[in-house]
């Protein structure tokens, strides 16, 4: 965690608070995507991987995808999932709020 923190510019504890908290800047995921030498789709469940692939945002043949990483990979899966969930309730709240209006 230090080195890649490290490496992506940010501090180890904000790395640990990003991870502990389930939230991370799109930025800042990049990054971990380019250092991990990854697809960042690999942090997104199928769904979104199938809407991405139907774009021509195909990651260039000279990036190879490293497995190495399979756990951090998976804490970067867990914190774009706690965000697609928060936009779900959030998109629900709107809802409730704009039929009582």
């Known amino acids: ?4 923190a490290s490496d992506i510019g ?3 504890a904000n790395l640990h608070r990003c991870v502990n908290n389930n939230k ?3 930025a800042d995921l990049e990054q971990i995507a380019l250092k991990l030498r990854v697809d960042i789709r690999q942090f997104f469940d199928d769904e979104v991987k199938a809407l991405a692939n139907n774009t021509d ?3 260039p043949a000279s990036m190879p995808i490293v497995d190495d990483n399979r756990e ?4 970067c899966k867990s914190l774009v999932e706690n965000y697609q969930q928060r936009d779900d309730v959030m998109n ?8 009582i209006e």
């Open 1 to 4: 965690m230090r080195q890649l």
């Open 10 to 12: 940010m501090s180890e």
């Open 24 to 26: 991370i800047q799109a």
């Open 57 to 59: 945002t195909q990651m």
């Open 72 to 75: 951090l990979i998976e804490l």
């Open 92 to 99: 629900k709240l709107v809802s409730m709020v704009k039929g």
